[in-house]
Protein backbone atom coordinates (compact mmCIF):
# COMPACT_ATOMS: atom_id res chain seq x y z
CA UNK A 1 0.00 0.00 0.00
CA UNK A 2 0.98 3.63 -0.97
CA UNK A 3 0.43 5.70 1.96
CA UNK A 4 0.86 9.42 0.94
CA UNK A 5 1.64 11.86 3.90
CA UNK A 6 1.46 15.42 3.94
CA UNK A 7 4.84 17.29 3.52
CA UNK A 8 5.89 18.40 6.83
CA UNK A 9 6.57 22.08 7.18
CA UNK A 10 9.10 23.42 10.05
CA UNK A 11 8.45 27.35 11.18
CA UNK A 12 11.78 28.55 11.45
CA UNK A 13 13.03 32.11 12.14
CA UNK A 14 14.58 33.93 9.74
CA UNK A 15 17.86 35.84 10.30
CA UNK A 16 16.01 39.05 10.58
CA UNK A 17 13.27 38.44 13.37
CA UNK A 18 15.43 39.28 16.05
CA UNK A 19 16.17 42.38 14.74
CA UNK A 20 12.57 43.22 13.72
CA UNK A 21 12.20 42.30 17.39
CA UNK A 22 14.91 44.73 18.44
CA UNK A 23 13.57 47.42 16.47
CA UNK A 24 9.86 47.21 17.67
CA UNK A 25 11.26 47.52 21.44
CA UNK A 26 13.06 50.51 20.23
CA UNK A 27 10.15 52.31 18.77
CA UNK A 28 7.77 51.36 21.87
CA UNK A 29 10.81 52.54 23.90
CA UNK A 30 11.22 56.16 21.69
CA UNK A 31 7.38 56.76 21.82
CA UNK A 32 7.56 56.64 25.97
CA UNK A 33 10.65 58.47 26.01
CA UNK A 34 9.15 61.29 23.87
CA UNK A 35 5.70 61.59 25.97
CA UNK A 36 7.40 61.44 29.18
CA UNK A 37 9.60 64.33 28.12
CA UNK A 38 6.78 66.16 26.49
CA UNK A 39 4.82 65.88 29.59
CA UNK A 40 8.09 67.34 31.79
CA UNK A 41 8.14 69.99 29.12
CA UNK A 42 4.69 70.91 29.38
CA UNK A 43 4.87 71.11 33.34
CA UNK A 44 8.18 72.95 32.78
CA UNK A 45 6.18 75.68 30.60
CA UNK A 46 3.63 75.75 32.39
CA UNK A 47 5.78 76.59 35.92
CA UNK A 48 7.97 78.96 33.95
CA UNK A 49 4.84 80.66 32.66
CA UNK A 50 3.29 80.61 36.40
CA UNK A 51 6.09 82.15 37.67
CA UNK A 52 6.39 84.83 35.14
CA UNK A 53 2.99 86.11 36.16
CA UNK A 54 3.85 86.25 39.83
CA UNK A 55 6.83 88.19 38.99
CA UNK A 56 4.69 90.90 36.78
CA UNK A 57 2.18 90.89 39.42
CA UNK A 58 5.75 91.66 41.84
CA UNK A 59 6.44 94.40 40.19
CA UNK A 60 3.67 95.88 39.73
CA UNK A 61 3.12 96.38 43.13
CA UNK A 62 6.36 97.59 43.84
CA UNK A 63 6.01 100.51 40.63
CA UNK A 64 2.42 101.29 42.22
CA UNK A 65 3.96 101.73 46.32
CA UNK A 66 7.01 103.64 45.15
CA UNK A 67 5.45 105.68 42.37
CA UNK A 68 2.22 106.67 44.75
CA UNK A 69 4.79 107.18 47.70
CA UNK A 70 6.56 109.67 45.46
CA UNK A 71 3.76 111.19 43.77
CA UNK A 72 1.77 111.76 47.36
CA UNK A 73 4.62 112.53 49.28
CA UNK A 74 3.43 109.83 52.10
CA UNK A 75 4.38 105.86 52.42
CA UNK A 76 1.65 104.06 50.56
CA UNK A 77 1.34 100.29 50.31
CA UNK A 78 -0.35 97.78 48.30
CA UNK A 79 -1.39 94.82 49.53
CA UNK A 80 -1.79 92.41 46.17
CA UNK A 81 -2.30 93.34 42.62
CA UNK A 82 -3.06 90.86 40.12
CA UNK A 83 -2.54 91.50 36.00
CA UNK A 84 -4.50 89.59 33.96
CA UNK A 85 -2.25 89.61 30.97
CA UNK A 86 -4.61 87.41 28.47
CA UNK A 87 -8.18 88.55 30.15
CA UNK A 88 -7.34 92.33 30.46
CA UNK A 89 -8.59 92.32 33.94
CA UNK A 90 -6.14 94.72 36.57
CA UNK A 91 -7.05 94.24 39.66
CA UNK A 92 -5.62 95.84 42.93
CA UNK A 93 -6.66 94.87 46.94
CA UNK A 94 -5.61 96.74 49.98
CA UNK A 95 -3.78 100.09 48.78
CA UNK A 96 -3.39 102.19 51.88
CA UNK A 97 -1.82 105.91 51.59
CA UNK A 98 -0.61 107.24 54.99
CA UNK A 99 -1.82 110.41 56.52
CA UNK A 100 1.09 113.28 56.40
CA UNK A 101 2.65 113.82 59.44
CA UNK A 102 1.14 116.01 62.38
CA UNK A 103 -2.52 114.51 61.78
CA UNK A 104 -4.45 111.69 63.79
CA UNK A 105 -5.67 109.28 61.59
CA UNK A 106 -3.18 107.03 60.17
CA UNK A 107 -4.21 106.82 56.57
CA UNK A 108 -5.72 109.23 54.36
CA UNK A 109 -6.94 107.20 52.19
CA UNK A 110 -7.60 103.58 51.85
CA UNK A 111 -9.60 101.28 48.93
CA UNK A 112 -10.50 97.80 49.54
CA UNK A 113 -10.54 96.87 45.50
CA UNK A 114 -10.04 98.51 42.09
CA UNK A 115 -10.83 96.23 39.21
CA UNK A 116 -10.25 97.79 35.62
CA UNK A 117 -11.01 96.44 32.86
CA UNK A 118 -8.83 97.13 29.76
CA UNK A 119 -7.81 94.96 26.56
CA UNK A 120 -3.77 95.27 26.69
CA UNK A 121 -4.42 95.63 22.60
CA UNK A 122 -6.48 99.39 23.55
CA UNK A 123 -3.47 100.44 25.43
CA UNK A 124 -1.59 102.14 22.45
CA UNK A 125 -4.55 103.53 20.63
CA UNK A 126 -5.47 106.90 20.24
CA UNK A 127 -8.36 106.52 22.19
CA UNK A 128 -8.47 104.28 24.81
CA UNK A 129 -12.08 102.90 25.77
CA UNK A 130 -12.10 101.05 29.40
CA UNK A 131 -15.28 99.10 29.85
CA UNK A 132 -15.31 99.09 33.56
CA UNK A 133 -13.28 100.74 36.65
CA UNK A 134 -14.38 99.90 39.64
CA UNK A 135 -13.80 101.52 43.36
CA UNK A 136 -15.06 99.89 46.64
CA UNK A 137 -14.32 100.01 49.79
CA UNK A 138 -13.13 103.49 49.96
CA UNK A 139 -12.29 104.95 52.99
CA UNK A 140 -11.06 108.76 53.20
CA UNK A 141 -10.50 111.49 56.15
CA UNK A 142 -10.24 114.84 55.82
CA UNK A 143 -8.80 116.93 58.66
CA UNK A 144 -8.52 120.86 58.65
CA UNK A 145 -7.08 122.43 62.25
CA UNK A 146 -4.03 124.50 63.10
CA UNK A 147 -1.74 121.95 61.01
CA UNK A 148 -3.63 122.89 58.21
CA UNK A 149 -5.63 120.79 56.09
CA UNK A 150 -4.06 116.91 55.24
CA UNK A 151 -5.71 116.73 51.96
CA UNK A 152 -3.63 120.53 51.19
CA UNK A 153 -0.54 118.58 51.96
CA UNK A 154 -1.09 115.96 49.24
CA UNK A 155 -2.62 118.21 46.83
CA UNK A 156 0.77 120.30 47.36
CA UNK A 157 3.35 117.46 46.83
CA UNK A 158 1.20 116.65 43.59
CA UNK A 159 1.73 119.78 42.41
CA UNK A 160 5.16 119.78 43.21
CA UNK A 161 5.76 116.13 40.75
CA UNK A 162 3.73 118.40 38.26
CA UNK A 163 6.04 121.47 38.17
CA UNK A 164 9.13 119.26 38.33
CA UNK A 165 7.64 117.22 34.88
CA UNK A 166 6.96 120.14 33.44
CA UNK A 167 9.91 121.68 33.07
CA UNK A 168 10.09 122.88 29.95
CA UNK A 169 11.72 126.04 29.03
CA UNK A 170 10.55 128.88 27.20
CA UNK A 171 12.62 128.19 24.21
CA UNK A 172 10.98 125.06 24.12
CA UNK A 173 7.44 126.29 24.66
CA UNK A 174 8.29 128.79 21.66
CA UNK A 175 9.04 126.15 19.44
CA UNK A 176 5.98 124.17 20.20
CA UNK A 177 4.05 127.27 19.64
CA UNK A 178 1.35 126.97 17.46
CA UNK A 179 1.50 123.14 17.44
CA UNK A 180 -0.97 120.85 18.31
CA UNK A 181 0.93 117.78 20.27
CA UNK A 182 -1.48 115.02 19.63
CA UNK A 183 -3.05 113.89 22.75
CA UNK A 184 -4.31 110.31 23.98
CA UNK A 185 -8.55 110.53 25.03
CA UNK A 186 -9.43 108.06 27.74
CA UNK A 187 -13.45 107.24 27.76
CA UNK A 188 -14.75 105.48 31.02
CA UNK A 189 -17.67 103.79 29.78
CA UNK A 190 -18.78 102.25 33.15
CA UNK A 191 -17.72 103.85 36.68
CA UNK A 192 -18.91 101.81 39.42
CA UNK A 193 -18.27 103.69 42.94
CA UNK A 194 -19.24 101.92 46.28
CA UNK A 195 -19.35 101.40 49.71
CA UNK A 196 -17.63 104.74 50.59
CA UNK A 197 -17.15 106.24 54.55
CA UNK A 198 -15.60 109.79 54.89
CA UNK A 199 -14.64 110.83 58.32
CA UNK A 200 -14.82 114.64 58.54
CA UNK A 201 -12.00 116.38 61.66
CA UNK A 202 -12.45 119.57 60.58
CA UNK A 203 -12.16 122.80 63.01
CA UNK A 204 -15.89 124.84 62.70
CA UNK A 205 -18.01 121.70 62.21
CA UNK A 206 -21.30 121.43 64.59
CA UNK A 207 -20.76 119.59 67.83
CA UNK A 208 -17.99 119.80 70.62
CA UNK A 209 -15.18 117.50 68.68
CA UNK A 210 -16.14 118.87 64.93
CA UNK A 211 -16.02 115.38 63.96
CA UNK A 212 -18.27 113.70 61.58
CA UNK A 213 -18.59 110.70 59.87
CA UNK A 214 -20.28 110.53 56.09
CA UNK A 215 -21.30 107.34 54.68
Known amino acids: HCVSR ?5 SSSTPFSPLVVGVGHSLRRTVVAVKKFAIVFVV ?3 AIVAGAVIYIDTIAKTAIERGASYALGVPTSVKSV ?4 SSGKFELRGLKVDNPRGFAAKNFFSLDRLLLELPLRRI ?6 VPLLELDGIDVSIEKGKNGANYKTILANLEKLQSAGSGDTETS ?3 TAGESEPGTDLIIKN ?4 NVVAHLDVTGLPGDSGKMDIA
Not at 6 to 10: C, G, M
Not at 82 to 85: E, K, N, R
Open 173 to 175: AEK
Open 6 to 10: APRVQ
Open 191 to 194: LVIK
Open 44 to 46: LVL
Open 124 to 129: FEKTIT
Open 82 to 85: SLGV
